[in-house]
């Protein structure tokens, strides 16, 4: 396992819209959005009867909140591939749901302003809980198709492995 280190020269936290995302080995194009990783750790309170009145706490069962991917209406079927895994409409009875690899492992990756890989998550053993193949369409707007896939987890964790990236200086 990788040490995670610390560039003495960056003061700039990383900005949010550099990023990948990547699954089956492959990036999966025109994502435009990614919802924060976001877990809670329920808490547990208990009490022993000679105590005061106050209750001790400790932590309790945790829970990663589902992912929102979202990007603009393409012909690239990923999106909606993976979300025929969970429920294939038309499908013959018993095969509706492909078991063997409705879930995925996906990586998230966070770049820095000159492109260079600097922060990466693993997500596991996720499932398409939502699929939203076309969004509310209106001849009077002017805007850009989206469609969603949320995506059901049961945990996350950055990936050691990748380090912060020596920052590039332009020459003059």
Known sequence: MAKFTVNSLRFDPYKNFKF????????????????????TTEVVK???GGDPSSSRKSPG???????????????DPEFESWANKVWNFGASLGSEVSLKDFRKD???EVYNEAGQLAIAYRLYRC?????????????????????????????WERDPDVVEPSEPALSV
């Open 106 to 108: 996906i990586i998230l």
């Open 20 to 39: 990948r995302v990547k699954w089956d080995g492959r990036y999966v194009a025109g994502v435009s959005k990614v919802s924060a990783l976001k877990r």
């Open 127 to 155: 499932w398409v809980s939502e699929y939203q193949a076309l969004p509310d369409l209106d001849a009077n707007a002017n805007a850009v198709a989206i469609q969603h896939l949320k995506l059901e987890n049961e945990g």
């Open 46 to 48: 208990h009490r022993e």
């Open 61 to 75: 069962r945790t829970e990663y909140e589902a992912v929102t991917l979202e990007r603009g209406v393409t012909h």
